[in-house]
């Protein structure tokens, strides 16, 4: 059986990523929208053959609860409505994804967990780098320690922010926040997976270098995380440079990629002379595959809700550290959210 997948907000990931991924999947397919843009309900249901049964709008998505052809809710809606819609989707009964970042504070990641919990459903973020292999390759290195160990990470996750300086991400009512919610997730993610285990503690600086248009959201971000291994970590997010890369320094040489997180190709290239390379495939196809896996074979969820929640208390302590003036937050994550 191919489970049905809803997406809930049209916007530019869904049309240009999602939906073309779900041509590509094995394991689930595109059953059902829910849009706020009557417009949009025509023309995707002619694209993707939906039946008319399996359109809704904001107002009536709860309704869900008695469609079978849907069995999982994707949310992929400006940042603050994720837990809404998510909670939303475990009651009606659904296996959730949510897109990146989870939530706004770790308390809705939290309430995100309870309600699937509750519902008895399985939830994931949308991390598609968790399933890439790449991700995979950079985790095989540093478990099996390839390189020697881990000694410095490096990672910037990172874009010139254009267009209209009204737009949900840089509101931080919508957003939560500015870069580090939006790409900053990524480099705290590779931060991790580059060494290998959850950080102990962070520092973190904030800059402005075009105040006129960042008004309300923080445009760039470095932090330093330190770990229980002896390793350290540096990350940057903008939304006022380009930057999309991963080194990870080792006593016996370094391997990195760039880009290290776009929708591919990623390239990545070693100091023994060698490049990484597989070929390319649909992040997202791999990643809600992934998911269809777990919920129908059990298979492991390389994203579950905790990942999203841990990166969160990060997230929170990145800008308390910033608050603070910089001043070095304790992190008490144990393995939280660590996939191997
Ligand atoms: P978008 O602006 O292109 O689309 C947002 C959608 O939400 C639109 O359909 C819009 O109509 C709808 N919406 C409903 N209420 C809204 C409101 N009050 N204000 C603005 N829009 C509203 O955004 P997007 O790029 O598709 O991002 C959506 C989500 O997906 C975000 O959480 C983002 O972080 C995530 N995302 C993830 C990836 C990834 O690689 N995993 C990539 C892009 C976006």
Redesign the pocket.
């Known amino acids: 059986k191919k489970l049905g997948v809803a997406l809930v ?7 240009y ?1 999602l939906a073309p991924a779900l041509v590509q999947t094995e394991h689930c397919y595109l059953a059902g929208i829910v ?3 009557k417009e ?1 309900e025509a023309a995707w249901a002619n694209k993707y053959n939906i039946p008319k049964k399996n359109i809704y709008n ?1 107002e009536n998505f709860d309704a869900i609860a008695n469609n079978d052809d849907i069995d999982i809710v994707y ?5 603050s ?2 837990a809404d819609f998510s909670i939303r989707a475990a009651k009606a009964g659904k296996h959730v994804i949510c ?3 989870m939530a706004v504070s770790v308390e809705e990641c939290d309430a995100i967990m309870a309600a699937c919990k509750k519902a008895d459903v399985k939830l994931s973020v ?3 780098m968790q399933s890439d292999p790449y991700t995979q390759e950079v985790k095989k290195y540093v478990r099996e320690k390839t390189f020697g160990d881990v000694h410095f990470v490096s990672s910037d996750a990172a874009y010139i922010s254009r267009g209209n300086p009204d ?3 840089l509101n931080k009512k ?1 957003s939560g926040g500015g870069a580090l ?2 790409m900053g997730v990524y480099a705290i993610q590779t931060s991790i997976y580059g060494v290998g285990e959850n950080p102990t503690s962070v520092s973190a600086q904030e800059f402005s270098t075009r105040p006129e248009y960042f008004k309300d959201t923080d445009e760039t971000i470095t932090a330093q995380f330190t770990f229980n291994n002896g390793a350290v970590a540096h990350m940057m997010t903008s939304h006022n440079a380009n930057g999309n890369r991963l080194k990870v320094h080792c006593s016996n040489g370094w391997f990195e990629l760039d880009p290290a997180h776009n ?1 591919g190709p990623i390239n990545g290239r070693t100091s023994k002379g060698n490049t990484i390379s597989f070929p390319h495939q649909s ?2 196809a791999l990643q809600m595959d992934d998911f269809a896996r777990h919920i129908l074979l059990g298979a492991k969820n390389v994203a579950p809700g905790e990942m999203g929640k841990r990166d969160m208390i990060i997230a929170e302590a990145i800008y308390a550290s910033i608050t603070n003036g910089g001043k070095t937050q304790p992190l008490n994550l144990g393995t939280m959210g660590i996939v191997g």
């Open positions: 907000g049209l916007g530019s990931y869904s049309t990523q849009t706020g843009t949009k904001y949310v992929v809606l400006p940042n409505m994720h897109e990146k970042p949308g991390y598609r737009q949900w991400r919508l919610l939006n929708y992040q997202q």
